[in-house]
């Protein structure tokens, strides 16, 4: 019997005695209400799993232990009865360990028996190696001490239980050899305990998670340490959720990944080793006469073509036509990158980045530093005019047709995200922008997530998030990479220019410079895709960007997708694959998170199941994700028909009731 059978089993044997039934009456089924209990210590253990049910869209309900005016848990906090069925307010529990409350605690007793009657999952987020987890203490074939770099594997029982995502290896991060990261227990399994995750002891192996079954309850049980950004936490962060929840949850989680190559057809500055700055760009003292440009070639284009079959990963091309005529017409009148681009057009997503890439925005005086904005006798802002930057959007637009390019319209990133405000200089967005965003149909806009991590509304337009990569515009070789990077994170006793050392909390200098005939590869490369990789297994759909001249010379950029797309489809099964979507997906679902979320926190959303029957209720307009196992049905008006995608082994989608219904109502199987 799987999980979800055997839980449903567990609750519909439950009696309850009605008011005025006889002793023989028969069992009633109890309401389970799809929301988690976290009992929250302050420690990064419990936190990492409260950010996973929160990124994820499961609700959940937060008692700090710490608080004196935390409410008291106790049966009625627990349970009770609604329209004459007993009801269990928590389909899970979250414990900082097995317990938290004390050695004879009211409170641990009143979970111990809400578990048992209902049955309820617990995780217990951190503990040691001993029986009372159902583990032999670690002096006994196990091991207690720092994990950084352990080998851990999937078990069996993981691969046919919570963790059958996963391709079978769960690598602790070991980032530094000066830092300890990780620490924990390893301990041989006792009668009742199923290990999940373990790595090699001595001779044989020890656990780190698995599944303690004992007195009527589960307990999850972890032996490690760990916060939510460290990798060996995020592979194993959607099994534990499915634990808990018995594979049937609101909320929902993907792993995404979509890279943005901007300046496609335009040449780009490049970095001056000697002067430590970008001729042709703002602020490069003497560097007049000294401009020098990069940009793809034919070859670089097939490159490209035959580097995102080989990956089965599409990227999205953000083109500017207009540069690449000016290019043309500079150069001989004939263009063999775009011809060859053009050829191979159905094989990229294309996304218009206006026509010749200007500044959107205020009219930039570039002879300060930082630049400013000009402004006029009467001291008011000079802007680019709506009709300007309606202009940039259709040329670029009908230069593609012209092309036969195929492209979506509502679709837009600026050259710079140029037009959004732009701190500290620019405090406000053009506001001729959102007009000619409204005038060209355009519904979704990039902005820059290390500046504007929200979504927001531009006039009908809303933004979307983008990643800016640590692989620098102005490079294209690996030895210019080296050397700019050199320049930023070195002291200035080391050459560098001291930025790290002026800003201590956003930046870490390096202990030396790097070798720029090697730094590259060695040093950055892993960082950025170590980076790269942490967003795609948080369920982040934000996308990624780079520029054209990473495509260029050198190829700067694919070795680091190359480390995230390898290493990814390693650690994860073929059931669990990488989401590739375009800007307006990804924006849909940005919008979709912000209105769950809003409704979630207003307390308008109450789903819970009975039985084998699921019911969601949400407010109108707003659609609810849900996890459900596979073989799951979506009530119609009329019959039944599978609910959601298939993705890492369950399925799941943002669903929202049919015609002529108020609330979601789905049958789990039997």
Same mark, same amino acid.
């Given at each position: 019997m &799987?999980?979800?059978a055997a839980?449903?089993?567990v609750a ?14 028969a069992a ?5 209400d799809?929301?988690?209990?976290? =009992? ?9 799993i ?16 710490g ?21 269990a ?5 979250v ?30 987020a ?8 159902g ?19 999937v ?8 963790f ?74 959607r ?24 300046d ?5 500055a490049?970095? &001056? ?8 760009d ?7 006469g000294?401009?020098s ?13 035959? /580097? ?8 999205d ?20 990158l775009?011809s060859?681009l ?7 997503r294309?996304?218009n980045?206006?026509?010749?890439h ?15 904005c ?8 000079? /802007? ?11 040329d ?5 047709a012209?092309?036969?390019?195929a ?6 990133v ?8 732009t701190?500290?200089?620019q405090?406000?967005?053009?506001p001729?922008?959102?007009?000619a ?20 509304a531009?006039?009908?337009a ?14 294209g ?6 050397d ?14 001291g930025?790290?050392e002026?800003? @201590?909390?956003?930046?870490?200098c390096?202990?030396? @410079?790097l070798?720029?005939?090697?730094g ?23 996308p ?10 050198d190829r ?7 480390r ?5 489809r ?10 590739n979507?375009?800007?307006?997906e990804?924006?849909t ?15 308008? =959303? ?5 039985g ?16 459900a196992?596979n ?18 082994g369950?399925r ?16 789990l199987?039997?």
């Amino acid at each position: 019997m &799987n999980g979800v059978a055997a839980a449903m089993a567990v609750a519909a044997l439950v009696s309850v005695a009605l008011p005025g039934a006889s002793a023989h009456a028969a069992a009633v089924t109890p309401r389970i209400d799809l929301k988690v209990l976290v =009992v929250d210590d302050g420690g990064s253990s419990v936190e990492a799993i409260t950010a996973e049910l929160r990124d994820t869209g499961v609700p959940y309900t937060r008692v700090q232990l710490g608080s004196s005016s935390r409410p008291v848990i106790d049966a009625a906090f627990l349970s009770d009865t609604v329209d004459g069925r007993p009801r269990a307010k928590y389909q899970g529990v979250v414990l900082p360990n097995e317990n938290p409350f004390g050695e004879g605690s009211a409170e641990m007793a009143a979970l111990a028996a809400y578990e048992t009657a209902y049955g309820i999952r617990q995780v217990d987020a951190y503990t040691w190696a001993h029986p009372g987890v159902g583990l032999e203490y670690t002096d006994n074939g196990g091991y207690s001490g720092q994990l950084d770099g352990t080998q851990a594997a999937v078990t069996a029982a993981g691969k046919a239980g919570p963790f059958a995502y996963l391709g079978g290896q769960v690598l602790f991060e070991d980032n530094s050899a000066l830092i300890p990261e990780s620490y924990g227990f390893m301990g041989k399994p006792r009668a009742g305990y199923t290990s999940y995750v373990d790595a090699p002891v001595g001779s044989g192996r020890a656990s780190l998670v698995g599944e303690y079954a004992h007195d009527g309850r589960r307990e999850l049980v972890v032996t490690f340490g760990y916060n939510q950004h460290q990798q060996q936490f995020r592979l194993l962060a959607r099994g534990i959720v499915e634990w808990l929840t018995q594979g049937v949850h609101l909320g929902q989680s993907r792993s995404w990944f979509a890279v943005h190559v901007d300046d496609v057809f335009a040449p780009d500055a490049r970095w &001056n080793k000697e002067l430590n700055c970008t001729p042709g760009d703002y602020a490069c003292p003497g560097g007049e006469g000294k401009e020098s440009t990069i940009r793809m070639t034919a070859a670089d284009a097939q490159y490209a073509a035959q /580097w995102q079959q080989e990956k089965n990963f599409k990227l999205d091309m953000l083109f500017n036509g207009g540069a690449g005529e000016e290019w043309k017409a500079e150069n001989g009148g004939t263009d063999a990158l775009t011809s060859q681009l053009v050829a191979d057009r159905a094989k990229y997503r294309w996304l218009n980045h206006t026509y010749t890439h200007p500044f959107l925005g205020c009219t930039q005086d570039t002879t300060t530093v930082p630049w400013t904005c000009t402004k006029n006798a009467s001291g008011a802002i000079n /802007w680019m005019s709506r009709a300007e930057i309606s202009a940039q959007i259709r040329d670029n637009v009908n230069w593609a047709a012209s092309k036969g390019i195929a492209l979506d319209r509502t679709e837009l990133v600026t050259g710079e995200h140029s037009g959004l405000k732009t701190l500290p200089q620019q405090d406000q967005d053009n506001p001729n922008l959102a007009g000619a965003l409204a005038d060209n149909g355009v519904k979704w806009v990039g902005s820059d997530n290390s500046r504007e991590p929200a979504q927001r509304a531009v006039g009908s337009a809303r933004t979307v998030p983008r990643h800016p990569m640590n692989v620098y515009y102005n490079t294209g070789t690996n030895a210019e990479m080296a050397d700019e990077y050199n320049w930023i994170y070195t002291s200035r006793a080391q050459g560098g220019s001291g930025i790290c050392e002026d800003n @201590p909390a956003t930046s870490t200098c390096l202990p030396a @410079p790097l070798d720029t005939a090697t730094g590259y590869l060695e040093h950055i490369v892993p960082a950025e895709a170590r980076t790269a990789l942490r967003h795609v297994l948080a369920n982040d759909p934000r996308p990624h960007y780079v520029h054209q001249s990473n495509l260029a010379e050198d190829r700067t950029l694919y070795p680091v997708l190359d480390r995230v797309l390898d290493t990814y489809r390693t650690l994860y099964a073929p059931n669990t694959p990488i989401v590739n979507q375009s800007m307006k997906e990804i924006g849909t679902e940005l919008g979709r998170r912000a209105a769950w979320d809003a409704a979630l926190a207003a307390g308008r =959303v109450t789903a819970y199941r009975i039985g084998t029957t699921v019911t969601v209720k949400a407010p109108s307009g707003v659609l609810a994700p849900v996890t459900a196992p596979n073989g799951t049905k979506k009530q119609l008006l009329l019959g039944t028909s599978d609910f959601g995608t298939a993705y890492a082994g369950n399925r799941s989608g943002w669903t929202g009731p049919e015609l002529l219904q108020s609330a979601v109502t789905l049958k789990l199987p039997s």
